[in-house]
Nanobody, 121 residues
Framework: QVQLVESGGGSVQSGGSLRLSCAAS????????MGWFRQAPGKEREEVAH???????VYVDSVKGRFTISQNNAKNELYLDMNSLKPEDSATYYC???????????????WGRGTQVTVSS
């Protein structure tokens, strides 16, 4: 059974940094995609970044230049380094894995429980 467990959330001031980690277990093959999503109260969940099947990072425009996604396959861990944080980055951040996909999208079917990030102004 695939399990994704996030850690590293917390409260920071605007301009600060955080590193989120996701420990993955329960599967022996490399996932098609690994990524991070976030959801703020009253808003829909949005994708923040993912690593695609060619191991290339993809970012939503609002975090480009500030966030970096990376993974350590040997440790089965996924990371999200967040710099220059803004209050609008406040949300619950979820780690996700896609067991399959197409040339244009990842089929997200595994989710962690989330970790809270709060950025104060």
């Amino acid at each position: 059974q695939v399990q994704l467990v996030e850690s590293g959330g917390g409260s920071v001031q605007s301009g600060g940094s955080l590193r989120l980690s996701c420990a993955a277990s329960g599967y022996s093959l490399v996932m098609y995609c690994m990524g991070w999503f976030r959801q703020a109260p009253g808003k829909e969940r949005e994708e923040v970044a993912h690593i695609d099947s060619d191991f290339k990072p993809v970012y939503v425009d609002s975090v480009k230049g500030r966030f970096t996604i990376s993974q350590n396959n040997a440790k089965n861990e996924l990371y999200l380094d967040m710099n220059s944080l803004k209050p609008e980055d406040s949300a619950t951040y979820y780690c996700a894995a896609a067991g399959g996909g197409s040339w244009s999208e990842c089929y997200w079917n595994y989710w962690g429980r989330g970790t809270q990030v709060t950025v104060s102004s």
